[in-house]
């Protein structure tokens, strides 16, 4: 999506885990001077680089960039990652990974003209070529049971493909696309355009529904966890909740009780009972999804040390640009461009803690099991904190750029990341003392 914010295109992040045997190379950059596949087959066990049509991707080997190359002018830095894929051009903005049992699969998306996918089956690389999109592919998400992905570009032509055979099985074209986002528990694709109207799809069968909003574009969007309602943000600081079923609105949130901004990230608590939107007017709005009434606002509250340095009156409002809730205990976060994320009580919406990073803040996400949150920033670190101290717990280097989006497995072992220095990485954050 395109919200006044850091990203043109946040990507949605589902994530996987690597179990048994399988263990994790530092680098694979394929180039004239590394390895074949042949060679790091041999040396790893359990990893098959697959051969074939499904490995013409790799005909080009000069393409992949090691570690090192193209960076000759950065200073040398601490890298935490466990492994490193770089090979395309241009930012990657959109990643998406999800567990299949005891396999690991992904897809990669990146925002540059027709950019491949990357699957991952294992620790085994195949990739294959979204053939037939008209532009940058920004959108790449898979469905709740990890047997198909969706692809789409910012043309608006969205393609599904089955995992298992590699195949397109469906495909539509609609306005500039701005989000994208697979149903909890049924093969239905949701998205919405800068025209303004959202869109729902069966997949493969195609049966559309269409959910048409203001005359603004939509910012971004989400299916609560009922599966029978979706909440929809628009351009104009409005939400509006959907009946998914019978296609009208159940409530409209506007003026006072809207934002007066465009919105920029959303999120839902686990039962989908209560909503939390932000927006550039530095404001994060929790919304009752039954009622369609806000019951909470939290305003971005003065950074004193900030605000001392810089002049009071010359503090600008910072954009929110991520929100979450934690699935064990009654907190919230907010993230905010300036770098400020603030842990707040759901209950008391009391601000609880101040967690301060050193550059803008992309996307935070919590562990599923664990009240821990983790960021990432405009400065390429990730972080992790203790949402009940408001303490940092530990931080990971490695990229050389802004990580645009990340994302987390299901227990908490392993973070991808996808940056602007060109390479996607991965971090191993599961630690004895943790």
């Not at 355009?193 to 559309?208: A, D, F, I, L, N």
């Not at 929790?286 to 019951?295: C, H, P, Q, R, Y």
């Amino acid at each position: 999506p395109d919200p006044p914010g850091i990203l043109e295109g946040k990507a949605r992040l589902a994530t996987g885990d690597l179990y048994g045997d399988e263990e994790i190379i530092e680098v694979i950059g394929l180039s004239d001077s590394e390895p074949t596949p042949d060679d790091l087959a041999n040396e790893v066990e359990d990893v098959d680089f697959a051969e074939g049509e499904d490995n013409e991707g790799f005909a080009d080997d000069e393409e992949w960039e090691t570690e090192d190359e193209g960076e000759e002018n950065m200073e040398a830095m601490q890298d935490d990652s466990e492994l490193t894929f770089s090979k395309h051009t241009g930012k990657r903005t959109n990643s998406s990974l999800t567990l299949k049992s005891s396999k690991c699969t992904a897809v990669k998306a990146a925002r540059i003209h027709l950019n491949p996918c990357w699957l991952f089956t294992r620790i085994d690389l195949i990739i294959f070529l979204p053939a037939g999109h008209k532009d940058s592919v920004t959108c790449a998400s898979f469905n709740h049971n990890s047997t198909m992905v969706a692809t789409g570009d910012m043309s608006g032509l969205i393609k599904v493909w089955q995992v298992e055979t590699k195949e397109e099985i469906w495909s539509f074209e609609v306005g500039d696309l701005e989000w994208m986002e697979w149903h909890p528990c049924a093969h239905v694709l949701m998205a919405g355009t800068t025209e303004g109207s959202s869109w729902m799809w069966k997949v493969p069968s195609g049966e559309c529904k269409t959910f048409h909003g203001p005359s603004c574009q939509t910012a971004c969007g989400k299916i609560l966890p009922d599966g029978k309602r979706a909440v929809v943000g628009y351009e104009d600081g409005t939400v509006r909740l959907w009946d998914l079923k019978q296609g009208n609105v159940l409530h409209v949130i506007k003026g006072q009780d809207g934002h007066q901004g465009p919105l920029t990230c959303m999120a839902c608590n686990k039962d989908g009972s209560l909503i939390m939107t932000g927006s550039v007017d530095s404001n994060a709005k929790l919304i009752n999804s039954v009622t369609g009434k806000v019951v909470g606002v939290f305003r971005k509250e003065p950074n004193p040390m900030k605000n001392s340095a810089e002049g009071a009156e010359d503090v600008e409002p910072s954009s929110v640009e991520s929100v979450g809730f934690c699935n064990m205990l009654p907190l919230a976060a907010v993230g905010y461009l300036d770098g400020t994320m603030d842990i707040y009580d759901v209950p008391t919406q009391s601000l609880r803690h101040k967690c301060q990073h050193e550059a803008g803040i992309v996307q935070l996400l919590w562990e599923d099991s664990s009240p821990v949150v983790y960021t990432c920033s405009l400065d390429g670190v990730v972080r992790l904190w203790d949402a009940r101290s408001g303490k940092l717990i530990s931080d990971y280097h490695g990229h050389t750029a802004e990580i645009l989006d990340f994302t987390i497995s299901r227990d908490a072992s392993i973070v991808l990341t996808a940056s602007g220095d060109h390479k996607s990485k991965v971090f191993c954050v599961q630690r004895p003392d943790r």
